[in-house]
């Protein structure tokens, strides 16, 4: 396995700041400091992934629209032709987060919309209603002159009426890619059972650690995005380059996963299988990897 699998994807947290109260996110857990991603780490960051081929995703524990320089993000990341996008919690989709995101140019956008029951979907948001969500996902598409690029994620928790056909159906009607995924306990810190769906199992190797990346605001890459208190610390950005921090991730890969939360682990994508083949070159030939491993593992069909 080359050093650039481990950055074949990459969650970038922009911030970990966030106000939205989801009651399916664990925050008060989180003991890292909170703060917004420097200008100088982020480009230093950003080019060397863009050189990697990464595929980027801003987010993490905050939502990435808070940042005060995001539309100077998105500019370097158009300069460093780095494919980038966002995540976002469907409620960040009001007209502020719009404008917003119209001025940072993402690549794509998955927005977690977790249920189309309105009665559910008030009760995971407090104080917002489906409709509303609704509304501002077709000015979305307006706004992008398609869907092209957009995917609305659905974490399934126990409290879920809907059946997943159904479900499938109202995107597809709408011509919006659309995947379920089982709600997990995010490495442990989500304790209510009425929401979990996922499974928990001790894992030895994890194929999300081996292919994808978590770094922090503040430089820091972890083994896990699901690390609130940062005890699973791999390397310093802030010091380290992409290169010497894969060969850190490479050299975990040859033993057991030691973390703690690695061995009641619920998440659904630690299945994926290790890569055995090289590193695709081309974005085409990425994109087809990376489409693969959303049809196996770490979705619900
Ligand atoms: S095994 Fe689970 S907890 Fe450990 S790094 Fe992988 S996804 Fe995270």
């Known amino acids: 396995m080359d050093d650039r699998w481990p950055f074949f994807t990459v969650d970038l947290e922009l911030t970990n700041v966030c106000y939205q109260g989801c009651i399916f996110c664990p925050r008060e857990r989180l003991t890292r ?53 966002l995540t976002i919690q469907a409620p960040a989709l009001n007209q502020a987060g719009l404008e917003k995101i119209a001025a940072l140019k993402p690549g794509f956008i998955e927005v977690s919309l977790p249920t189309i029951s309105p009665g559910l979907y008030a009760e995971l948001f407090p ?16 706004q992008r002159g398609g869907t092209r690029g957009i995917t609305v994620n659905a ?4 409290l879920e009426t809907e059946n997943s056909e159904k479900m499938h159906e109202f995107w ?30 001790e894992i030895k190797q994890c194929g999300l650690f081996a292919t994808h990346s978590f770094i922090t ?14 005890e699973t610390f791999i390397a310093d950005l802030t010091r380290s380059t992409i290169r010497e921090a894969a060969q ?8 057991p996963m030691p973390f703690k939360i690695c061995k009641s682990c619920d998440e659904p994508a630690a299945d994926r299988p290790i ?8 974005g085409k030939a990425r994109s087809r990897y990376l489409k693969s491993l959303c049809q196996t593992k770490n979705t619900i069909k």
Not at 248 to 255: P, V
């Open 33 to 85: 400091p909170q703060g917004f991603m420097p200008r100088e780490l982020f480009a230093k960051i950003a080019t060397q992934l863009a050189e990697n081929g990464s595929r980027v995703t801003f987010c993490g524990m905050g939502n990435p629209l808070l940042h005060p320089e995001l539309e100077t993000f998105g500019q370097l990341c158009m300069e460093l032709n780095l494919n980038f996008g």
């Open 127 to 142: 104080g917002q209603a489906l409709e509303t969500a609704l509304n501002n996902l077709d000015n979305l598409v307006v």
């Open 155 to 158: 974490v399934v928790t126990a």
């Open 172 to 201: 597809l009607n709408r011509g919006i890619n659309f995947r379920l995924h089982a709600c997990h306990s995010r490495g442990g810190n989500l304790v209510d059972n009425n929401l979990i769906t996922a499974s928990a199992r």
């Open 217 to 230: 605001w503040n430089g820091q890459l972890l083994a896990c995005c699901h690390d609130l208190t940062g």
């Open 248 to 255: 850190a991730k490479l050299r975990f890969l040859e033993a």
């Open 275 to 282: 890569p055995l083949r090289p590193f695709p070159e081309s």
